[in-house]
């Protein structure tokens, strides 16, 4: 049995020809599933039922489904999806005045052990398919839809799962997602956030993409990253500036650097100082400074506001665009680098 949603509209008129059935039927089967986002073949009700037979014969749909939801008292709503074979993934949406962000996953856990974030706590079991990806996005826009009465107006790649390890499913999840028989959204409003893997920004590069892309930085120095980010023991700082700079020279696009604020780890004047020469050498147009969120396996912690503030107004004053993301969510463990298929038991699934 074949996931026909995995099945491109030639191959499909090629096994249509196979059948003795004419060809236009594939392209039923096409819109049924990527116009109508049908969740089974016994819904395609223009197909004669021998035509539905020989492809419940011979494919299936795995649909991801919503298992359980979340709303935190600032409006972010937090999604467990249970996909075809049982594993959880998570997806937050985050209202703001102006915009619906959802946060979405690529991976079921991950590999790469960021000591601050709960999914690196879990074992990376598998990457999502493309089409996956796009039910996630698909269930969210109907989310946004009721609970705001607005459509989905942004989508960050920054829920479960480092996305440059899924690299050929995000980019087909993507180009559905962009194209105008899918959400039709602008690759503009889709933000890739990576850990930093230095080869695959330069593919980004090299495949020429239009969306934004986000390296997660969180720490200033190879000594400092290391020790939260053990991929940058194969990826240093060195090796990302560089992807950075050839990534931009090849797209122009936007670059945004995510830097979580630790308290007595990488908040001081001297790392302020270490991340503005850093930032000098990278073609960004912005850091994100975002509040961490404490969970239950690290040991860091959020600085006061004073030092938060204090590192706000050093980059300020070096005329570095910066912008401070109070975390959203928090009660819901919904917030940055919470994701972990936690339920409000705190068991994890
Ligand atoms: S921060 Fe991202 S890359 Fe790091 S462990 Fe968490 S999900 Fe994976």
């Known amino acids: ?11 499909l008129q090629q096994v249509f020809d196979e059948w003795g059935e004419p060809r236009y039927r594939a392209a039923q089967v096409h819109d ?108 969210l826009n109907e989310q946004s839809l009721k609970h705001y009465g607005r459509k989905l107006s942004n989508i960050v790649f920054m829920g479960m799962g480092e996305p440059l390890l899924n690299y050929k499913e995000v980019l087909k999840a993507i180009e559905k997602i962009t194209t105008p028989e899918g959400l039709g959204m602008s690759p503009r409003r889709i933000t890739v956030s990576t850990a930093g893997v230095a080869k695959m920004i330069r593919q980004l590069g090299d495949d020429g993409v239009r969306f934004k892309l986000a390296l997660s930085l969180h720490a200033p120095t190879d000594v400092q990253r290391s020790e939260v980010m053990p991929i940058n023991d194969s990826n240093n700082i060195a090796a990302l500036v560089d992807a950075l700079n050839y990534f931009y020279q090849k797209t122009k696009g936007e670059i945004t650097l995510e830097y979580i604020l630790f308290k007595d780890f990488n908040d001081g004047i001297k790392d302020a100082e270490e991340l503005v020469k850093l930032f000098r050498k990278i073609p960004a147009d912005l850091i994100n400074l975002i509040e961490y969120n404490p969970i239950g396996q690290a040991r860091f912690q959020k600085p006061d506001e004073a030092t938060t503030d204090a590192f706000v107004r050093y980059l300020e004053s070096k005329k570095v665009n910066v912008h401070l993301r109070r975390s959203r969510g928090k009660d819901i463990d919904a917030a940055c680098g919470q994701l972990a298929n936690v339920d409000s038991e705190g068991a994890v699934a």
């Open 1 to 11: 049995m074949k996931n026909l949603r995995t099945v491109a509209l030639p191959e």
């Open 32 to 139: 049924w599933i990527w116009k109508k986002y049908a969740a089974s073949i016994a819904e395609m009700s223009n197909l004669p039922k021998p035509v539905r037979e020989k492809l419940e014969a011979n494919y299936f749909i795995p649909k991801v489904a919503i298992h359980h939801t979340q709303e935190s008292e600032d409006g972010t709503v937090k999604n467990r999806f249970v996909l075809h074979d049982n594993n959880y993934i998570e997806g937050v949406l985050i209202p703001t005045d102006t915009r619906v962000t959802a946060c979405v996953s690529s991976q079921v856990g991950c590999s790469l052990s960021c000591k601050f974030c709960a999914t690196g706590y879990l074992p990376r079991t598998r990457n999502l398919y493309f089409d996956e990806i796009v039910d996630e996005v698909t269930l």
